[in-house]
């Protein structure tokens, strides 16, 4: 089973600053990364597939990038919305596999 | 609008059985491969199950192999999932997530129901 380690835990910022998020597979996933933001009470949602793809729909301040093991999700600016827990996720093997999670809080 | 919605969920006793439901609207159903994926209240979250278009590949998590049998009736735009020997440590949110088919494989888990909690306690 691949593990995903997120990096840091919590991640304490201010609206209009930059976040970085880290992702660290246990092997390869090649690029078959997927990122996904879940707010209290309601359901995860895609921000980004493939590494580096923005989902529908998702604000370009969002973005994904890296390969194999290592990968980043960076919010260029946040905004007050943003302030969320973030999960990787795997796909390259069975089982699909999420990461612990990144809570951004103000 | 795309929406999928489970149904379902309660209290059951240890060693007890529960079938949760999901249905989608919006979509072209049998188009993709389904998906149910836990959470343990105020934890992260878990894979369980998928299915494919067609119901001729399923996956199951070690931990609810021999346990839990996912299906689907694409006629009634269905998906469920039998859960049975249910443990406390099944005790959590099911989310059923569709995963578009694209280029022969399946993409990512693009659109979620909004969860049903299932919880196994005596």
């Known amino acids: 089973e691949i593990v995903l380690t997120q990096s840091p835990a919590t991640l304490s910022l201010s609206p209009g600053e930059r976040a970085t998020l880290s992702c660290r597979a246990s092997?390869?996933?090649?690029?078959?990364l997927a990122w996904f933001q879940q707010k209290p009470g309601l359901a995860p949602r895609l921000l980004i597939y493939?590494?580096?793809n923005r989902a529908t729909g998702i604000p370009t301040r969002f973005s994904g990038s890296g390969s194999g093991t290592d990968f980043t999700l960076t919010i260029s600016s946040l905004e007050p919305e943003d302030f969320a827990v973030y999960y990787c996720?795997?796909?390259?093997?069975?089982?699909?596999?999420f990461g612990g999670g990144t809570k951004v809080e103000i | 609008e795309v929406q999928l919605l489970e149904s379902g969920g309660g209290l059951v006793q240890p060693g007890g059985s529960l079938r949760v439901s999901c249905t989608g609207s919006?979509?072209?159903?049998?188009?993709?491969?389904m998906n149910w994926v836990r959470q343990t209240p105020g934890k992260g979250l878990e894979w369980v199950s998928t299915?494919?278009?067609?119901?001729?590949?399923?996956y199951y998590a070690n931990s609810v192999m021999g346990r839990f049998t996912i299906s689907r009736d694409n006629s009634r735009n269905t998906l469920y999932l039998q859960m049975n020997s249910l443990r406390a440590d099944d005790t959590a949110i099911y989310y059923c997530?569709?995963?578009?088919?694209?280029?022969?494989?399946?993409?990512?888990?693009?659109?979620w129901g909004q969860g049903t909690l299932v919880t196994v306690s005596s």
């Open positions: 997530a569709r995963r578009p088919i694209v280029g022969g494989g399946w993409a990512d888990l693009d659109v």
């Open positions: 919006g979509f072209t159903f049998s188009n993709y491969a």
């Open positions: 299915i494919g278009d067609t119901s001729a590949t399923t």
């Open positions: 092997q390869s996933v090649r690029s078959a």
């Open positions: 493939l590494a580096s």
């Open positions: 996720q795997q796909r390259a093997n069975w089982p699909i596999t």
